[in-house]
Structures are given as C-alpha cells and as structure tokens.
C-alpha cells in the first residue's frame, strides 16, 4: 500500500506502538486492511517488526545475556536451570517457545479468514480487554518465573495470540501476573519469551518476500527509506517500553481497556452490519 510520506510515518508510529503496548497490532492490521480494502507493504510490515523485535533486545539486554549464558551453562549442567536466575529465565522462555509454537502452527490456517472478519476481529480484542482488566483483580506475585506449567501456559496463549484481535504482551502479561509472578519480571518475561517466535516471523516475512525490486538504483532508495523507517520504530518501541513497565508496576494494566472497549464494540457492530 503507498501511502504520502507523512502518512506512512504516522501509520509505522502507531503500528509501533500496538505492537509493544497490549492493544493487539493484529486486530488494529486486519481492520486497516479492511477499511483500506488491500493489504500493507510486506516490505514496511517487516520494518516495523524488525524494529519491534530490537526494542526489546535493547531494553532488556541485561537479563538477554544472562539468559543466553547460563542457558548455555545449564545445557552441560543441568542444575543452573534451577541456581541461577538466567537458568531459570531460559528454562522459562525454552518451554514457553515450544507450547508458543504448537498452539501458533495449530491456529495459522484460520489467521486470514478470521482478520477478514470484523466481528471475529472485535471478539478478539474483547477477549484482549477482558485479560487487561482482569489483572486488578490479580494477586500481588512474589515469584521470579512461573513453574514448568506455568511456562507451557504462557506460550499457549501467547501462540493463540497469532488470532487477530488479541494482543500477545497483553495475555502473556495477565497470565504471568495470574501466575503470581511479580509484576517487575511479568513485564519482563512477557517479551523475552516472545522473542524466538518473533525472529522466526520476522525471517519467514524476509524469506518469502522480493523485499527489493530488481533496479539497483531502486534497492539502495527502499533500503534507504527502511533503515529510517526501522530506526524511528526502534525509537517509538524503546517510549511505549518505558511506559508499558510504569504501567504494569503501577498495576494500571486495565487502563489500556478503556481503548480497546469501545474499539471492539464498534468493530462487532461493524461486522454485524455488513450484508
């Protein structure tokens, strides 16, 4: 989709913003896809979640490396999965992944007939406000991560989340929190156990899409525009970052509700009225 220059960096703001905060990116793309009657650029698509993906890397790159390490520790040692907080974390995010990847490949051959949906759309981000407001209602944690279940059951639903109108850091935050993790570490398990999942997406959209046209000339422009493109959306993640983990500690979660209520019940309208 082409779009004036001041239009497409609005739209990669917002997109970027969606995307991190719980809001639900899928449901707000199949409803922009619907109203707009085709679908985004790949090649902008892949922008905005490469740059979604390294936000959390940068933002959490401490406990990143931690995880790598004593992960890498603990395959030769198997108690470091239990001594350290990075075993644990890796432990955390290892079995998080597989569940997150069974119940992803389960749901993705009903992805593009549910986002041509709007009332399917709306459901999901019900479904989406539901999990937020049911944390203030969640008890305080004291855990650092959540049992061996406890992880199967993140991923699970962070897998579901594939579904449009969900929101993956909004369900993995409630389930987290649910699970009596402290809000601190839900806020940061809920991205470090979707990054594995989100280098995979963002290398199968590389892989399956000419991201450049044949022309030389034209590659370096388009590679040019990315770049940019990638660095503000890198830069707009690392606010809506700071922002989500004031609102997490400060267990103002249900807030992001206030939104995404009335976004839904318009969307099911919508879709209730289509002939």
């Known amino acids: 989709m082409t779009v004036p220059l001041a239009e497409a960096v609005a739209l990669l703001v917002v997109s970027a913003s969606v995307t991190i905060l719980p809001l639900s990116a899928s449901g707000h793309t199949a409803l922009l896809a619907l109203l707009a009657g085709t679908e ?31 992960g890498a520790r ?9 001594d350290t ?30 986002a041509r949906e709007p009332s399917l759309v709306g ?32 991923g699970a639903v962070q897998g579901a989340a594939e579904l449009p109108g969900l929101s993956r850091p909004a369900v993995a935050l409630a389930s987290l929190l649910w699970l009596g993790v402290r809000a601190e570490r839900a806020f940061e398990l809920s991205f470090l156990t979707a990054l594995p ?30 770049i940019t493109f990638a660095i503000l959306a890198t830069g707009v993640s690392l606010l809506c970052l700071r922002l989500l983990r004031t609102a997490v500690t400060h267990r103002a979660l249900p807030a ?20």
């Open 256 to 275: 992001f509700s206030l939104y995404l209520v009335p976004l839904a019940f318009a969307t099911l309208a919508w879709g209730y009225a289509r002939p």
């Open 40 to 70: 985004i650029d790949a090649r902008y698509v892949i922008a905005v979640l490469s740059a979604t993906w390294i936000a959390p890397v940068i933002y959490f790159r401490r406990a990143l490396v931690a995880l790598l390490r004593e």
């Open 123 to 154: 459901g999901g981000l019900v479904a989406t406000a539901l999990a937020l407001g049911s944390t203030f209602w969640a008890p305080e944690g004291d855990r650092d991560t959540p049992t061996w279940l406890g992880a199967f059951l993140v």
């Open 85 to 114: 907080q990075g075993g644990r974390d890796a432990r955390t995010v290892g079995l998080a992944t597989v569940s997150m990847v069974a119940v992803g490949i389960g749901v993705s051959g009903h992805v593009a007939a549910w």
């Open 197 to 226: 999942a989100g280098l995979v997406t963002i290398a199968t959209l590389v892989l399956g899409t000419h991201v450049f046209p044949p022309s030389q000339a034209t590659t370096v422009q388009q590679a040019l525009v990315l």
């Open 74 to 82: 603990a395959v030769m040692r198997q108690a470091r999965f239990d």
